[in-house]
C-alpha cells in the first residue's frame, strides 16, 4: 500500500515528465474529489434560525429544521465516503505502480544521455567530479538540470518498486542500488556500493559523474522482472548481459 506521500510523489512525477496518470488513477481522483466536495457541504451546513418566522417561511424553516436533525448521521456518512474513496484512490495507485515505471524509460534515458553530454563538453570524462564542482556555465546548468531529472526518475524507480512488492535479489547492498545501477563484478559493486551508502549527496551531479566513470559500473533504466541479481554478478560477464537488455 502506498502512503499519501509516496501516492503525491508519483503524480507530481507524473506531471513532471509528461506521463500520463493511469485511467484508473483518473477515476479513482474524480470519485475522491466527489466525495469530498460533498463532506464540505455538509459540514458547512448550519443550524435554522427559528427567529423572523412568518406565514410566508414557516414550510422552509421546518425543512430546514428536519434536515438539521440528520445533519449529524449525513456527516458520519459523507466522511465515510470520503474515507473509503481516497483508500480506492491509494489502491490505484498502488496497483499502478507496478506498470507506471517502464512509462518514465525514454525520460529517463533522455535525461541521462543530457547530462553524459554536457559532462562530456566540461571534458569531465577525465576527472568528472572536478568538472563538476569547478564550471558553473551555460553547459554546467544544463547538466545540473539533467541530474536532477535523473535523481527524480531514480527516487520514483526505487518507490513503485519497494511498494510493489519486488523479490529480493539476494544482496542487501545490491538492493540498496535500487537496480538502476548494473555492475561488471564484485570489485565493481563494492565501488558502487560504497558510493552510494557513503556519499551524502547521492544523485548529486558530482556522485552521478563519478559513478559514470567508475570502471565497470553502469547506470541504465531496468526492465521489470528482469533485474541484475547478485547471482549474476558472481557469475563471469553475466551482468553485461543484464546490461544489455535494460
Known amino acids: 500500500m502506498l502512503t499519501d506521500h509516496e501516492a503525491s510523489t508519483l503524480a507530481n512525477t507524473c506531471e513532471r515528465f509528461g506521463v500520463a496518470k493511469p485511467q484508473a488513477v483518473i477515476d479513482a481522483e474524480a470519485t475522491e474529489k466527489a466525495a469530498r466536495a460533498l463532506l464540505d457541504s455538509i459540514t458547512a451546513e448550519t443550524a435554522p434560525v427559528i427567529a423572523g418566522l412568518t406565514a410566508g417561511n414557516v414550510t422552509k424553516v421546518h425543512e430546514a429544521m428536519v434536515k438539521w436533525e440528520s445533519h449529524p448521521y449525513r456527516l458520519a456518512a459523507a466522511q465515510k465516503l470520503t474515507t473509503t474513496a481516497h483508500a480506492t484512490c491509494m489502491d490505484a495507485w498502488w496497483a499502478s505502480s507496478i506498470i507506471l515505471p517502464e512509462q518514465f524509460r525514454k525520460p529517463f534515458e533522455d535525461a541521462l544521455q543530457r547530462f553524459k553530454d554536457n559532462l562530456a563538453k566540461l571534458n569531465g570524462t577525465t576527472d568528472a567530479e572536478f568538472a563538476v564542482k569547478t564550471n558553473r556555465s551555460e553547459i554546467h546548468n544544463a547538466m545540473v538540470a539533467a541530474a536532477s531529472d535523473v535523481e527524480a526518475m531514480a527516487q520514483l524507480w526505487r518507490q513503485t518498486v519497494m511498494s510493489a512488492g519486488q523479490p529480493n535479489t539476494g544482496s542487501t547492498g545490491r538492493d540498496a542500488l535500487t537496480q538502476i545501477i548494473h555492475v561488471d563484478d564484485q570489485e565493481a559493486l563494492h565501488k558502487a556500493h560504497a558510493a552510494y551508502n557513503y556519499n551524502t549527496g547521492t544523485?548529486?551531479?558530482?556522485?552521478?559523474?563519478?559513478i559514470l566513470t567508475m570502471p565497470g559500473v553502469h547506470i541504465a533504466w531496468p526492465v521489470r522482472g528482469k533485474v541484475q541479481t547478485f547471482a549474476d554478478i558472481l557469475r563471469p560477464?553475466?551482468?553485461?548481459?543484464?546490461?544489455?537488455?535494460?
Open 237 to 246: 560477464k553475466a551482468s553485461a548481459k543484464a546490461v544489455s537488455h535494460a
Open 203 to 210: 544523485w548529486s551531479p558530482e556522485w552521478l559523474a563519478g
